[in-house]
Structure formats: structure tokens, C-alpha cells
């Protein structure tokens, strides 16, 4: 598997080279500000006493406070958090948010514990890494594997620890416990709306034929907010395979299916793919919603969609989009196209530290406006530099991060 870190600062790289960047600020931003390792030990259920591998990476604060998930993954690893910290840098400045970028991690299958082991390890990873954190140092949040349930223990553990019950050290809290309207869908959501305002500038469909590859929260709200516009969903993919149906999947009724199965898989009236099959089916858009490296040099030639929207964090290497831009298939990058997530989050910071709670409308209003806006910014900055959607969205976050360093 190629190293995400390595891909991660070849992606800078290459944005140096459409524009130029001075080489101290460069050399800053080549490695995280600092990056905490932690053993957390857990008392299993059956006595037995476990220690789990921790992480928080924050990679750069120039522009405010760290913000970032984290990822609990059997495969995650110091590496991986560090990438996913400095994509988090560049996201939160291109959708121009007062937040720096971090990101922390555990090395866990957590479908393998029970709830009080989950609970056990939440609250440790919070004692391991509270000192660092806080709501003017740095904000975590959920991501792959991490749910509303656990940000709350986290906070919980953390107003134990601090006596700071704001709740505005972690976003991504469910309503009841100071999360913002709007949260749960903001990924999939944000990503929907910077489709929307840029597929005028592409020769798409009016009703477009959509993969979704990855069924998680951001997944399915994507799949969610395609349908609910008229699209329609002809390929999902989960973490155990993959189904396709030509005619439209129900997206309620997938969801109802994997809540009573725990998979996509056996969807009535679907037929049973692979996940490499899934990734390159014949559509119009293609969302890769799952992990990183889904579309390598392997398969980019063999890529059939139109338009590819990066919902997952860091899922095409270099290499892929190369190819990808040779081919002529725009690539809008993760940085742009999922920040709906750090941008809702950024809101629920902000009425905690406030002690406000905005309405659904006001929130999907605001979100919906800074993706239309830095929609249209990388757009332009990728026309007058004539390059793809990626370097243009590096280049856009970097002179905001540039700026910020210098002031
Ligand atoms: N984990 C999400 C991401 O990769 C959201 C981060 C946040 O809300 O702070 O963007």
C-alpha cells in the first residue's frame, strides 16, 4: 500500500510547482507541529487487561485552534493520522475556517469490542491526550468508526478531568449534548452542494447515474442528498461488498437492509459485485466514501465514471491522477469536496463557546454558502492557473495558511 504521508507532501509538491511557495514555509509545513503517541490500557470484559496504540498529530495552527477526527481502524498508524492532520490543515483553510488542522487515531478493530470496552477506550484515549487538548488548543471530532455516542463520552471524561463543561473541546456531539442541527449530514451534504455548483462547468447529465463507494455516515448521507435531487444511486459499496442495480437503489431502503444485516450485500433486487468492480461500473459521478488509496496506477485506466467526488479522505494517489487528468475526468479533492464536516463541526464550536443553539435552516445555509463560495474559488484558481481542481485547492489553502504564517 503506498505510504499516505509520502502522497500526501508529493500532492504538495506538486502544487509548488504550478505556483511557486517560498522554501522556509514549505520546509515548515513538510512534518506536523507535534505528533503524541499514547498506550491506553483497557480492562476487557473478560478480565484480561489490553493496551491500545493512540495518536493526536497537530500538524498546523497558524489559522486557529487544531481540528480534526479520529479514527479508530485495525489499520491506522502514526503515518496515516499525520497525512490526514496536514489534509486537515489544507481542508479547514479552503473552507476558510479560524481552525488549524490535527487529527488523532487508534490502532483497533472497535466491531471487535463490546459497548463498556468501546466506552473504556474512549475515555482512555481523552485522559492520554487532555492536556493537549481544549476548545482554544485543539478540537477533535469523529471520523471513520467514530460516532456521536463516543464524542460524548470523550467530552464527559474530559469536563471530569478540566471542569470545563462547555463541551466545546469536541464537535460532532449528538443535539442533546451541545451538537449542532446539521452535523450528522454535513460531509455527504457539503459534498452535494459542491457538485451542484460546479457541474455547470461540466458536460454532465441533467439526472445523473451515481457510485457510491464506502457506507458510512458520509456515504450514505451522500447517497441521501444525490437522490433526494433527482440523482440516482446505481452502485454501493460497504466494508463487506458490494451490490449494483441499474434501475436505482432506494437509499432509505438500503439503509433499513444494512441496519437489519449489518451490510449492503443481499439488497433486494441488486446484484452482488465486488468492490473492484464497483469502483470502476459505467456512471456519470463516482464518490469514493471509504478509505484512502481506492484508485490507484492499477485501476485509474479502467475508471468509468465522468466526474469523481472525493468524500473519503485521500482515496486517489498521484499516480491515479495523473491518469485521471490525462483521461479528462475531473477530480474535485477531498480538501474541497468533504469540508462540509469540519465546516458544521466549526459551527457547533462556535455556539458552545457562545452558548447558542442555531436553527437547521440557518446552519445548512451557512454551510451550503461557503461551498458554493471556495466551490467557485478553487473553480477560478484552477482556470487562471490552468490546472486541476487539487493543485488548485493546495494552492488556494496554502497562500491562506501563508498568509497566516507571515501575519
Ligand atoms: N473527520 C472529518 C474530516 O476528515 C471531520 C473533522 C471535524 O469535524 O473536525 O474532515
Given amino acids: 500500500m503506498p505510504n499516505v504521508f509520502e502522497n500526501a507532501l508529493r500532492q504538495l509538491e506538486r502544487a509548488n510547482q504550478v505556483k511557486k511557495f517560498p522554501e522556509d514555509f514549505l520546509t515548515l509545513l513538510h512534518q506536523p507541529q507535534r505528533e503524541v503517541r499514547a498506550h491506553i490500557p483497557v480492562r476487557m470484559d473478560d478480565g484480561t487487561l489490553r493496551v491500545f496504540e493512540g495518536y493526536r498529530v497537530e500538524y498546523n495552527n497558524a489559522r486557529g485552534?487544531?481540528?480534526?477526527?479520529?479514527?479508530f481502524h485495525p489499520e491506522t498508524d502514526i503515518n496515516e493520522v499525520k497525512a490526514l492532520a496536514f489534509w486537515m490543515t489544507l481542508k479547514c483553510a479552503v473552507a476558510n475556517l479560524p481552525m488549524g488542522g490535527?487529527?488523532?487515531?487508534?490502532?483497533?478493530?472497535?466491531?471487535?469490542?463490546?459497548?463498556?470496552?468501546?466506552?473504556?477506550?474512549?475515555?482512555?484515549?481523552?485522559?492520554?491526550f487532555a492536556d493537549i487538548l481544549g476548545p482554544r488548543k485543539d478540537v477533535p471530532a469523529p471520523d471513520v468508526n467514530t460516532t456521536p455516542e463516543i464524542m460524548v463520552w470523550m467530552v464527559d471524561e474530559y469536563a471530569k478531568i478540566t471542569g470545563d463543561k462547555s463541551g466545546a473541546v469536541i464537535t460532532g456531539k449528538p443535539?442533546?449534548?451541545?451538537?449542532?442541527?446539521?452535523?450528522?449530514?454535513?460531509?455527504?451534504?457539503?459534498?452535494?452542494?459542491?457538485?451542484?455548483?460546479?457541474?455547470?462547468?461540466?458536460?454532465?447529465?441533467?439526472?445523473?447515474?451515481?457510485?457510491?463507494?464506502?457506507?458510512?455516515?458520509?456515504?450514505?448521507n451522500a447517497a441521501e442528498s444525490f437522490e433526494r435531487a433527482g440523482h440516482k444511486i446505481i452502485g454501493v459499496a460497504d466494508s463487506r461488498g458490494a451490490i449494483r442495480k441499474i434501475d436505482g437503489i432506494k437509499?432509505?431502503?438500503?439503509?433499513?437492509?444494512?441496519?437489519?444485516?449489518?451490510?449492503?450485500?443481499?439488497?433486494?433486487?441488486?446484484?452482488?459485485?465486488?468492490?473492484?468492480?464497483?469502483?470502476?461500473?459505467?456512471?456519470?459521478?463516482l464518490i469514493p466514501a471509504a478509505l484512502e488509496?481506492?484508485?490507484?496506477?492499477?485501476?485509474?485506466?479502467?475508471?468509468?465514471?465522468?466526474?469523481?467526488?472525493?468524500?473519503?479522505?485521500?482515496?486517489?494517489?498521484?499516480?491515479?491522477?495523473?491518469?485521471?487528468?490525462?483521461?479528462?475526468?475531473p477530480v474535485v479533492?477531498?480538501?474541497?469536496?468533504?469540508?462540509?464536516?469540519?465546516?458544521?463541526?466549526?459551527?457547533?464550536?462556535?455556539?458552545?463557546l457562545k452558548g447558542e443553539h442555531w436553527g437547521e435552516k440557518e446552519v445548512l445555509e451557512k454551510l451550503k454558502k461557503i461551498m458554493e463560495t471556495e466551490a467557485q474559488n478553487v473553480f477560478t484558481k484552477s482556470q487562471e492557473l490552468k490546472t486541476d481542481l487539487r493543485r488548485a485547492a493546495f494552492i488556494l489553502a496554502l497562500e491562506r495558511i501563508q498568509t497566516a504564517t507571515e501575519l
Fill in 333 to 352: 479533492p477531498d480538501i474541497l469536496a468533504n469540508s462540509g464536516g469540519v465546516t458544521v463541526s466549526t459551527f457547533e464550536w462556535e455556539q458552545n
Fill in 251 to 285: 437509499v432509505a431502503e438500503l439503509i433499513e437492509h444494512k441496519n437489519k444485516t449489518g451490510s449492503v450485500v443481499g439488497f433486494a433486487g441488486s446484484e452482488s459485485i465486488t468492490h473492484a468492480e464497483n469502483i470502476i461500473s459505467e456512471c456519470d459521478i
Fill in 175 to 220: 443535539l442533546d449534548k451541545g451538537g449542532s442541527e446539521g452535523r450528522g449530514p454535513a460531509t455527504g451534504l457539503g459534498g452535494f452542494y459542491v457538485f451542484d455548483k460546479l457541474r455547470a462547468y461540466y458536460e454532465l447529465p441533467e439526472k445523473c447515474a451515481v457510485v457510491v463507494h464506502g457506507f458510512g455516515n458520509v456515504g450514505l
Fill in 102 to 128: 490535527g487529527k488523532g487515531g487508534i490502532t483497533v478493530d472497535p466491531k471487535k469490542l463490546s459497548k463498556t470496552e468501546l466506552e473504556k477506550l474512549a475515555r482512555g484515549w481523552m485522559r492520554a
Fill in 293 to 329: 488509496n481506492q484508485i490507484t496506477a492499477q485501476n485509474a485506466s479502467q475508471i468509468k465514471a465522468k466526474f469523481i467526488l472525493e468524500l473519503a479522505n485521500g482515496p486517489i494517489t498521484p499516480e491515479a491522477d495523473d491518469i485521471l487528468f490525462e483521461r479528462g475526468i
Fill in 65 to 71: 485552534p487544531y481540528k480534526g477526527g479520529i479514527r
